[in-house]
Each structure stands twice: as C-alpha cells, then as structure tokens.
C-alpha cells in the first residue's frame, strides 16, 4: 500500500510539468505573434496591443470613408442647389462631378421641361422656305486678291482670307445682292473628299456635330423617331487626328461607297485643318454649317461633348415652326453682358488676356455698349454650344459675319454673337430661349483629354516677342495684330461687375 501510494504521488509529480510544458507550447504556437522565450506575463500585454492596433486600423477606415462620404454629398448639394454661392463651389468640369453624373447622382442645374409636341408624325413641315425681306442674293468670296491683304504682302492663302477693315465694315451694311468672305477660300483647307461631298447633297435636313483634335467620341442620340431618322442627315465633322482617335476606340462601319459611320452618325473628314488652334477649327462645321452642307434647308447644331436626348423634328417645331422663328440659340446661363463674357474668359484662360482686351477695345470703339434691359434683345451672350436654324439668306449672311470675327479675332464666338446683331441694328430677329430648357435638350459628357493651349496662359503682349513669337497662331487671330483704323489707345472697357461668381 506505502509503495502505491509513493508511487502515485511520484506519477502526479512527474505529470504535472509536462502538462504546463504542453499549455505553454500551445498558446505559444496558436499565437505565432510571441517568440517562444518570452515569459508568460508578456503576453497578456501584447495581446492586447494587437488587438488595440487592429481596432484604431478598423476605427480609421470607418472615419475615412465616412469623410470621404461626407465630402461627396456635399459636392452633390453643392452642385444642385439653386444658390449662386453653392454653385460656385461646384466644379461641373471636375472628374468627380462627370462620375457623379454618369452615376446620376447629379444634374445638369436649371433643367426645366421643354414644351415639345406629342408626336413627331404629327408635325406639319412648312412647304415654303421664309422670304428674307433685306438680302436676297448672297454670294462668296473664293480666292484672295493679294492686294487687300492686310500686311500689304504676299502670303499662303488662309481659310478665312485676307478681309480688309474697309470689306469688313461694307459687310455690315445690309444689300439685296451681297458678296463677302466667308471661309473656304480656294487652297485654304478644310477640303471634303468627293465621296462626302455628293453623300451631302441629298442631306435637306441635318444635324451636325464636330470633333477635333481628338477631344471627344461619338455620342449616338436617343429619343429619335423613325420619321426623323428618314429624314435628317446626322453628319459628325472630323479632322483626321480625331478619325484616327474614332477608329481606334469606337465602332466604325464603312458602307459600299466608302462612307465611314459610327452608329446613326456618318463621318465627314475635313483635310487639312484651316487653323493651328483646334477651337478655332472647330468653328467652321459650327458655324458655317450652310457652305459645308449648302443644299440642307434646316440645321441643328451640337458640339461633340453632348449627346442629343430630344427628337430633332420636335425641336424645329417648338424652336422654329412654332413661334414663326428662323434662328433660335440659347441664353448664357450667367452673362448678358459681353464684356463680362469676356472677363470670364480671362480669368478662366480661354484665350490670351491682352488679346480678348484687345477685341473688346475694338467692339467697344465701335459702338457696342454693356448689355442693359433697354436693349431689344434677351442677352448679348448665347450658350453656343446649340444652334437651331433655317438657312435663309439673312441667316447664312448673319453666320457669315459672325465667323469673320471669329476668324480675325479670337476664337471665342461668345464674344462676337452680340456685336455682329448689334452692327446688323436689329435686322437680324432670332429667338433666344431659356438656358433652363438648353439644359434639357442634351447629356453632357467630359472630353476625352483637356484642352491646351499656350496663348491662353499668355499675360502680356511683350511675351509674344523676340523667341516667344512662335506662340501666336499663323492662320487665324490675324486682325489682332494687323494695324487697326482706328486709334485705340483711349478706349476705356466698361467696368465689369460680375453678376455670377461661378460664370
């Protein structure tokens, strides 16, 4: 019995350590956080500093993405709210902004309901094209005569010409018979091949777009009918850096006569870009529309940024037809004023500051005065971006003046919409309808790339000098630098009070 019993204390004895041996290596080796000589009371310790860390990891996390939160509904009121301080904030040219849309978390402000026709099968299109009661005959200038170039030498032949300040001023007095410059002059580019040219011919109704120098994609309308898909010509103006862009990024489709398409829209290449600043390229399809496709009877402008949600037929009806209009574009959603315009164009640096100073010198020496509510007009400033037009005389001469000063001064056409109504004295009647409903009528999609260019960041004319001359454009802007008739050196611009912080 003593034997057992000494026997059986001594088994305990034995077994007891390895017990503690066997707990230890398992903790130690569930862990793998502790090296296996580290105490027993170290580990408590640690442990709860892991699991401290994990928890400031996963508090952090949850605070940053509530930040990030935070950050996003702010930019969304920010973005829809109605107040001009909030809308400032906004910026609608963001990455963030374009994503938000696309998600349609947001947008486009000021969109109202257009009071469009029911049904576009219903429409009635006029038989008859509107009488023009002051010009009935207008025709173009197509070659130079190298003696009316402004420098008073020989040089390439430009797009635009080289119009003399005495043809531009006789321009404006309205004739029954005219002739003037307005582009495509003979070798100055903006060639169509031959293909194009006779798809064209047939085209009476159109829809035109334009893309340059790559910045957009096609955007394929919506909401079209099958009676406006018969009857409108969808035609996408491009130069060739932006053919080559479409190609290697969207769906093109060639026909049996060689004619490109991506979706509804046929591709019209135009060789040899007349200018080097692809804006100012850009404004030849936009506005003159009529010399590129001279058989259509109605156009409807949009820029290559948008895509079209509204029936087109629909719109010539509610633009147009309905309130016996030939010319209708919408109003600036900030500025009335063009030489408020042209304040927002330089602090934006959309164009060469001493340079936009310099054409509203001009407009101001001739005449134009601030837009205020005795005039006869809605606003001095249109959104251009959308042009709705019969192609009367009137209106094919109107485009006309308004791209020579396109062309010879800068490319901002926003500038010079309200001075060439101002020279025609109000002959020239269009319909300017609410930006609201202008918001309505399309989906805006951010440009493939950002625009740049140089002479927008330039501050000085002296910066044009010396080596830095290379910064001017060759081929277009040339009546900034051509000596003007008259002195300006005491012209005074209208003080600018900005109506709207985020214009």
């Given at each position: 019995m003593d034997n057992d019993a000494h026997r059986s204390v001594s088994l305990r004895a034995s077994r007891r350590p390895d017990r503690l041996?066997?707990?230890?290596?398992?903790?130690?080796?569930?862990?793998?956080?502790?090296?296996?000589?580290?105490?027993?009371?170290?580990?408590?310790?640690?442990?709860?500093?892991?699991?401290?860390?994990?928890?400031?990891?996963?508090?952090?996390?949850?605070?940053?993405?509530?930040?990030?939160?935070?950050?996003l509904l702010f930019h969304i009121?920010?973005?829809?709210?109605?107040?001009?301080?909030?809308?400032?904030?906004?910026?609608?040219?963001?990455?963030?902004?374009?994503?938000?849309?696309?998600?349609?978390?947001?947008?486009?402000?000021?969109?109202?309901?257009?009071?469009?026709?029911?049904?576009?099968?219903?429409?009635?299109?006029?038989?008859?094209?509107?009488?023009?009661?002051?010009?009935?005959?207008?025709?173009?200038?197509?070659?130079?005569?190298?003696?009316?170039?402004?420098?008073?030498?020989?040089?390439?032949?430009?797009?635009?010409?080289?119009?003399?300040?005495?043809?531009?001023?006789?321009?404006?007095?309205?004739?029954?018979?005219?002739?003037?410059?307005?582009?495509?002059?003979?070798?100055?580019?903006?060639?169509?091949?031959?293909?194009?040219?006779?798809?064209?011919?047939?085209?009476?109704?159109?829809?035109?777009?334009?893309?340059?120098?790559?910045?957009?994609?096609p955007h394929q309308p919506s909401n079209v009918s099958p009676r406006s898909k018969k009857l409108f010509c969808f035609l996408m103006v491009v130069d060739e850096v932006s053919l080559n862009f479409i190609n290697q990024n969207v769906s093109v489709k060639e026909d049996k006569i060689g004619g490109q398409w991506v979706g509804i829209w046929r591709i019209i290449l135009l060789k040899n870009p007349p200018y080097d600043e692809p804006r100012r390229n850009g404004k030849v399809p936009k506005i003159l529309t009529h010399r590129l496709f001279p058989q259509a009877l109605y156009s409807i402008w949009i820029d290559g940024k948008m895509e079209l949600i509204i029936d087109p037929l629909l719109m010539l009806e509610r633009y147009l037809w309905r309130g016996k209009h030939t010319f209708a574009i919408a109003q600036h959603k900030h500025h009335k004023n063009i030489y408020e315009e042209a304040d927002s164009n330089k602090r934006r640096k959309r164009y060469a500051r001493p340079l936009i100073d310099h054409h509203m010198k001009i407009y101001r020496y001739e005449g134009l005065e601030p837009w205020s509510p005795l005039k006869q007009t809605k606003s001095d400033v249109p959104e251009g971006a959308i042009i709705i037009r019969e192609h009367t005389a009137?209106?094919?001469?109107?485009?006309?003046?308004?791209?020579?000063?396109?062309?010879?001064?800068?490319?901002?056409?926003?500038?010079?919409?309200?001075?060439?109504?101002?020279?025609?004295?109000?002959?020239?009647?269009?319909?300017?309808?609410?930006?609201?409903e202008y918001n309505a009528i399309f989906i805006l999609h951010p440009h493939t790339r950002e625009?740049?260019?140089?002479?927008?960041?330039?501050?000085?004319?002296?910066?044009?000098?010396?080596?830095?001359?290379?910064?001017?454009?060759?081929?277009?802007?040339?009546?900034?630098?051509?000596?003007?008739?008259?002195?300006?050196?005491?012209?005074?611009?209208?003080?600018?009070?900005?109506?709207?912080?985020?214009?």
């Open positions: 041996n066997n707990n230890f290596e398992i903790k130690d080796g569930g862990d793998g956080f502790f090296d296996s000589d580290k105490s027993s009371s170290d580990h408590p310790i640690k442990l709860i500093w892991k699991r401290g860390f994990v928890r400031l990891l996963l508090v952090g996390g949850i605070l940053w993405m509530l930040l990030i939160l935070a950050v009121w920010t973005c829809q709210s109605s107040l001009v301080f909030l809308s400032a904030i906004c910026n609608k040219d963001s990455t963030v902004f374009q994503m938000l849309h696309t998600m349609g978390l947001v947008t486009p402000p000021h969109r109202c309901s257009i009071p469009l026709a029911s049904d576009p099968e219903k429409i009635v299109i006029p038989e008859k094209k509107t009488p023009s009661n002051f010009v009935q005959s207008l025709s173009y200038f197509e070659e130079d005569d190298t003696n009316i170039n402004t420098n008073g030498s020989e040089s390439s032949p430009l797009f635009g010409g080289h119009q003399s300040w005495k043809q531009r001023e006789e321009s404006f007095n309205l004739k029954s018979s005219m002739k003037i410059h307005c582009g495509f002059m003979k070798n100055g580019g903006a060639e169509m091949s031959d293909k194009d040219m006779e798809y064209v011919k047939k085209c009476k109704f159109v829809v035109a777009s334009g893309i340059f120098d790559g910045y957009d994609t009137l209106n094919n001469l109107f485009s006309c003046l308004w791209f020579n000063e396109v062309n010879l001064f800068t490319p901002r056409d926003q500038l010079s919409f309200g001075f060439v109504v101002y020279r025609l004295k109000n002959k020239f009647r269009f319909f300017m309808f609410p930006n609201c625009h740049s260019s140089k002479i927008e960041w330039v501050k000085s004319l002296s910066e044009f000098k010396g080596n830095n001359s290379g910064l001017k454009e060759t081929r277009g802007g040339l009546g900034l630098w051509s000596p003007y008739p008259g002195d300006l050196s005491s012209v005074v611009l209208p003080r600018v009070e900005r109506t709207s912080k985020a214009g």
